[in-house]
């Protein structure tokens, strides 16, 4: 009902607006967000860092379903034929018809993967010449002597004559370090950059013993990585002359970085799950410490502050935005297309709690306006679909998937 009014006040708003002496960019509606805040007390570091106004013109979605009863999915790809490649994750990985359908049978040639808690098979990204090299790289919460972590493996996908395919040559590039026995915080994304280097954003590993390991950069809990295909540590990256560092890291001082997509400049961008109350989206720079868990907005889920309850301190970075109470960001997208014409340059973020697609317009690097597209059910994964519409992955608590196509009106 609130987004429905809201959506009725912006309509009005549009129309009031409409007219060349009024830009879109000149104003806009109230932000989505008007419950209490969990941090009570805690104030933005700038103006307009959370609860950033709704656009005066927002698009009229359609969302239809392309395919349902798919196992519980966690990430999806488009390939260069239009299909979608999705993990899941109990441990397979299939191949979707974008134009609706069954899933394919299980790829072939997946390790396996420790599918307690929040872990399992996780994303997967399409190597920058996937067209003529065919490779792949996955993330997975990788069982080990001791415990587990997050690890990315590379393979080259062929097709098969039955509509699916099976990984070749799987093996695994990188992995977290350390070792850790638990079943939360695993992250992660893997985007490549512009230049075929690949980042893999990880958790840290949740508990209280382990978190502390993001502000470590001799740990592997809580960063940002920048790797080759390898999964060796680039020769620019900020930590490879620091005595006792990981020469992998890029940036550190992450809680658990579940979203993270290439924006048009193929600068990176995070959102990682915060605290209750502290959802981040970070521009990720070399070497730069953003503060997790010394620096965050937010409490913890019991109720009390997280550490000395501080939002700011020196030596840490402020986020370029956040959100009080919690969107629960899952994968996310940078939007060019030409069919939604209103969400160019605009991030689009997959909702676990916010159950739809959030909408962040920009204005350079901050935050000008936030618009929620409800879907009423978690969004575990979006992409942009070649057409220039937006597809969304849901999961259901029971555990199964369905991929929506959303296209304006
Ligand atoms: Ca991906
Ligand atoms: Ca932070």
């Not at 008007?34 to 307009?48: L, M, T, Y």
């Not at 990204?125 to 415990?147: K, N, Q, Y």
């Not at 695993?186 to 280097?197: A, I, K, M, T, W």
């Not at 193929?266 to 959802?279: A, F, Q």
Request: hydrophobic share 35%; charged share 25%; proline share 6%.
């Amino acid at each position: 009902m609130r987004s429905r009014l809201f959506l009725l006040t912006a309509t009005i708003l549009s129309f009031a607006l409409a007219g060349p002496a009024l830009s879109q960019s000149a104003t806009g509606g109230a932000p989505v967000e008007n419950r209490r805040p969990n941090g009570a007390d805690q104030k933005p570091a700038f103006e307009g860092q959370t609860r950033a106004a709704q656009p005066a013109a927002m698009p009229k979605i359609t969302t239809e379903i392309v395919a349902e009863d798919l196992p519980h999915l966690w990430a999806m790809e488009f390939l260069p034929d239009g299909r979608i490649l999705v993990t899941a994750k109990e441990g397979s990985m299939h191949i979707v018809s974008a134009n609706g359908g069954e899933a394919s049978a299980a790829i072939e040639g997946v390790p396996e993967v420790d599918a307690s808690g929040q872990g399992g098979l996780l994303d997967v990204a399409l190597a920058p010449d996937f067209e003529t090299s065919g490779m792949i790289f996955f993330s997975f919460s990788e069982p080990r002597d001791g415990g587990n972590g997050t690890s990315v493996a590379s393979a080259k996908l062929v097709q098969t004559e039955d509509g699916g395919g099976a990984l070749e040559g799987t093996k695994v590039i990188f992995q977290q370090m350390p070792t850790y026995d638990g079943d939360k915080h695993y992250g992660s994304r893997l985007v490549f950059g512009p230049n075929d280097e690949l980042y893999v954003t990880v958790g840290e590993r949740s508990d209280r013993k382990t978190r502390v390991e993001a502000q470590d950069v001799s740990s592997g809990l809580g960063k940002v990585f920048r790797i080759d295909r390898e999964g060796k540590a680039l020769p620019d990256n900020p930590l490879v002359d620091r005595k006792g560092a990981r020469p992998e890291i890029w940036s550190y001082g992450h809680r658990n970085l579940q979203s993270a997509a290439l924006d048009g400049d193929g600068r990176l961008w995070t959102v990682e799950h915060g605290p209750k109350g502290g959802d981040e989206l970070n521009r990720p720079q070399a070497g730069l410490n953003y503060g997790w868990p010394k620096v965050t907005y937010g409490i913890e889920y019991s109720g009390g502050k997280v550490g000395d309850g501080i939002t700011a301190l020196e030596g840490t970075e402020q986020p370029v935005y956040y959100w009080d109470p919690v969107i629960g960001p899952s994968g996310m997208a940078f939007y060019e297309g030409d069919a939604i014409p209103e969400w160019k340059g605009a991030f689009l973020i997959g909702g676990l709690v916010a159950q739809g697609v959030v909408v962040l317009h920009m204005d350079g690097d901050k935050v000008k306006f936030e618009e929620h597209v409800p879907v009423e059910t978690r969004i575990r994964d979006v992409k942009v679909a070649p057409d220039g519409s937006v597809y969304a992955l849901t999961e259901s608590r029971r555990g199964g998937s369905t991929i929506l196509r959303l296209t304006k009106a």
